[in-house]
């Protein structure tokens, strides 16, 4: 190919800049990519090179000289102390063998050691530690500012509010610690297996999700996923010397501060150790509860890391290995509908049998039939199938190039294939439903979901059992599960005396379950089971609950007076209970002698701190002042501004002041924000 003019090459790099910072936007801020990262890697190289080769064309703001932007609307922005940087990212050996010999060039030495870690896919986050305290967490922004998200850091478990000390070694005054936010595998399909059965979209991978989720603004829907974090690296110290030599001692100190670190890292002396540890992680990764979408190799001595430096978005003495993700063709037979328990219409792509990434792949989610037009994906194309998150198989593109002639685009079915209603399509939502509440298959999979393990727990009543007394006409609601008559039973034929007898046992025993298992069981949008076990704790029974009001769960200023209950989820449940058939339900399955057991908590809603009067002072870890008042308030306490012999706690947090002294002289107990969340019944 003849060498390009720069006249030439001017059209595509503006092509290419407008695309990567489309697909910039898409990543960071809207945690909704389009493509795959390895595409976006590719234009973001290809304009790079076009930068390399004709450098006059280089323009102040070009995607390829900053770290894109993550921030949000309606977060207070922070300064980091010191810059975030991204990463280079390379694909081969040899460019990682291109990585040291410039390292060599750069430091005049041969023998440099790495650490090689894995590289987390999640969102990359500053947490700052001031005198051992944990005081604030911001997200990358733009690598200069970012996101101030404390309050959602918070809900992490795992990151530790004071550091441990380790032996005779002083803590440092201050200390920026690098890392990074995600989601387990297992709670990602969890969630995402939530949103398509609520109609929303489902995320493509989990870093999408775990950036989505930060970026709430409401902490207690933060909760509701459990984020984690692993830490890797160091921004500001003070002082400088607080810190060890190397990056593998670092490594080490942080696990001795109780700071979570990747249960794996390898040191390698030159570039064939570094490049065998590569190899080692490959092998490994799949167990690792994260995803990773590469190694990160960085020279180990932290001096040579300060000698070598960076460029303005990456530094030079570390570089990303991407490994290639799995990706296989196979042949799309034809795409099925699934019906779920709220109707929700999910498309499946049938394929050919390939073997992909170890296991052989049959179907693929095809989520919603946006995506399908999205990617015009046609019965009987040849697909490109990929593991996102190396677990859950998807479509990822078309093969057009070897598109047969005779495929047509894909229509979404007008009518529900279970019991052929028109789909519909809310508004807001990406996906189609069947309206009709008695369709068969939503009745089944009601009725299944009721009775599983994770609710009521009726042993005996699985998918073949609902599919047989649904088959007959017997079971049309979870209600009708009560009305089973023995001799009826009996007729099916294939279930002896004894088996008929156990299951009307145990469906006799679930009418006194506990409450959250009815709760989690009524299949309310959005309330999964730790929401489920959070809302019974306040309510004495299904009846109270259903009663329940909006101001029962959020109180004035938005503050949620039950732990874990955001707006979002107290709609839902009210919403729930306001429809007349969920409450001919309630009351249909009260009449048949249903009565769930309130959590043996010992006191009644709401009189939990009766009598009692609290006066606070000083922040709390996690609650607000006005969120601490109004749990006490929602559990029968008051809350009083001064303190006096009549106070019975003061709940006291960092810097309280004077009314901790009152206390002291007055004797009144002072207690944490723990001690309070004890008296409030949780944990
Ligand atoms: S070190 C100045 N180590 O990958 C160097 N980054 O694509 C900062 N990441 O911005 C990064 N795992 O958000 C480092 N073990 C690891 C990592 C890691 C994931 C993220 C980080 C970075 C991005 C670059």
Known sequence: MAPMTPAEAQPRVAELRASVARHDELYYRKAA????????DRLKRELADLEQAFPELIAPGSPTASVGDDRAEGFQ?????????????????????????????????????????PKIDGL????????????????????????????NALTLRTLPRVLKKSNGVPLP?????????????????????????????????????AAGTIKQLDAAEVARRKLEIVLYGCGHAEPREALPATHGEFLSRLKEWGVPTAERFWTAHGVDEAWAAVQALDR???????????????????????????????PRWAIAFKFAAERAETRLRAVTIQVGRTGVLTPVAELEPVLLAGTTVARATLHNQDEIARKDIRVGDLVFVEKAGEVIPAVVSVDLARRPPECVPYVFPE????????????EGEVAFRCPNYECPVQVRRRVQHFASKACVDIEGLGEAMVEALAGQGWVKSIADLYRLRRDDLLTLGKSVEKSTDNLLAAIETSKGAELWRFIHGLGIPHVGVAAAKDVARRFAGLEALAAAKY??????NKISKIEGIGGTM???????????????????????????????????????????TFVLTGTLPTLTREEAAARIEAAGGKVSASVSKKTTYVLAGADAGSKLDKARTLNVSVIDEAELRRLLGGT
């Open 33 to 40: 990519p389009e493509i795959s990262d390895l595409d976006y």
């Open 77 to 117: 922005t922070y300064r980091h102390r010191e810059r975030m940087m991204s990463l280079d990212n390379t694909y081969s050996e040899a460019e990682l063998r291109e990585f040291h010999a410039r390292l060599v060039r750069l430091l005049g030495r041969e023998d440099l050691a790495y650490v090689v870690e």
């Open 124 to 151: 990359a986050v500053s947490i700052t530690y001031e005198q051992g305290r944990f005081v604030r967490a911001v997200t990358r922004g733009n690598g200069v500012e970012g996101d101030d998200i404390t309050a």
């Open 173 to 209: 005054d201050l200390i920026e610690i690098r890392g990074e936010i995600f989601l387990t595998l297992e709670e990602f399909e969890r969630i995402n297996r939530e949103r398509e059965e609520a109609g929303e979209p489902a995320f493509a991978n989990p870093r999408s999700l």
């Open 284 to 314: 490994v990764r799949a167990a690792l509860p994260y995803a990773t979408d590469g190694a990160v190799v960085k020279l180990d001595s932290l001096a040579q890391q300060r000698e070598a430096g960076a460029t303005s978005k990456a």
């Open 415 to 426: 009518k529900c294939p279970a019991c052929g209603t028109p789909v519909v399509r809310l």
């Open 551 to 556: 101001e029962d769960f959020i109180g004035e």
């Open 570 to 612: 107290a709609a839902a449940i009210i919403g729930h209970f306001n429809a007349p058939r969920q409450r001919a339900l309630v009351e249909e399955l009260l009449a048949l002698g249903v009565r769930p057991v309130a959590p043996a908590a010992g006191v009644a809603p709401g009189t939990a701190l009766a009598g009692k």
